[in-house]
């Protein structure tokens, strides 16, 4: 299981429930394409102090990462697409695989880093979190991990509600 991860801003000036409701729309024109998605919105962004969204969107394999990405801009879902990403300013996104944990997007969680001294065996086996998804492809600035517990506090969702 892969996850597209996106992080966007709205214009300046944008109304956030025009932008949310954009956003809303175009995740609806995905669904069949991709296994799952959800937007948040977040306070603050992961890699930067400013306020914003990440997009989450599960597919099964690369091959279905491609077909999402074709998807996203052609036939009936290309007005919802240029809708929103007309409204928005900035974006950056990565490719995460599903290391451990159950197959949907994560409603709450943190962003980490593998501490330096240790290899990837030992973080992953000495790591409590239940959900572990393992960064694969950067499109800017993004974590190494997203690590989600139980007990991880739940994000503002944008979609589905």
Same mark, same amino acid.
């Given at each position: 299981? $892969?996850?597209?991860?996106?992080?966007?801003?709205?214009?300046?000036?944008?109304? $956030?429930?025009?932008?949310?409701?954009?956003?809303?729309? #175009? +995740?609806?024109? &995905?669904?069949?394409?991709?296994?799952?998605?959800?937007? #948040?919105?977040?306070?603050? $962004?992961?890699?930067?102090? !400013?306020?914003?969204?990440?997009? @989450?969107?599960?597919?099964?394999?690369?091959?279905? $990462?491609?077909? &999402?990405?074709?998807?996203?801009?052609?036939?009936?879902? =290309?007005?919802?697409?240029?809708?929103?990403?007309?409204?928005?300013?900035?974006? @950056?996104?990565?490719?995460?695989?599903?290391?451990?944990?159950?197959?949907?997007?994560?409603?709450?969680? +943190?962003?980490?880093? /593998?501490?330096?001294? =240790?290899?990837?065996?030992?973080? &992953?086996?000495?790591? !409590?979190?239940?959900?572990? @998804?393992? !960064?694969?492809?950067?499109?800017?600035?993004?974590?190494?991990?997203? &690590?989600?517990?139980? !007990?991880?506090?739940?994000?503002?969702?944008?979609?589905? /509600?």
């Amino acid at each position: 299981m $892969l996850a597209y991860v996106f992080w966007h801003t709205p214009r300046d000036g944008e109304t $956030l429930g025009e932008y949310e409701r954009r956003l809303a729309e #175009f +995740h609806q024109a &995905l669904e069949g394409v991709v296994v799952q998605s959800a937007a #948040f919105r977040l306070e603050e $962004l992961p890699f930067t102090q !400013r306020s914003g969204y990440e997009d @989450w969107y599960l597919v099964d394999n690369w091959g279905a $990462l491609g077909k &999402l990405n074709d998807a996203a801009v052609s036939g009936v879902r =290309r007005s919802a697409h240029d809708a929103v990403a007309g409204l928005a300013q900035d974006g @950056w996104g990565g490719v995460y695989q599903l290391v451990r944990g159950g197959l949907e997007v994560p409603d709450g969680g +943190h962003w980490a880093g /593998k501490p330096r001294d =240790r290899g990837y065996e030992t973080f &992953l086996r000495q790591e !409590r979190a239940d959900t572990i @998804w393992q !960064r694969q492809l950067v499109l800017g600035p993004a974590a190494e991990f997203f &690590l989600s517990e139980q !007990r991880s506090k739940t994000r503002p969702r944008v979609w589905p /509600k």
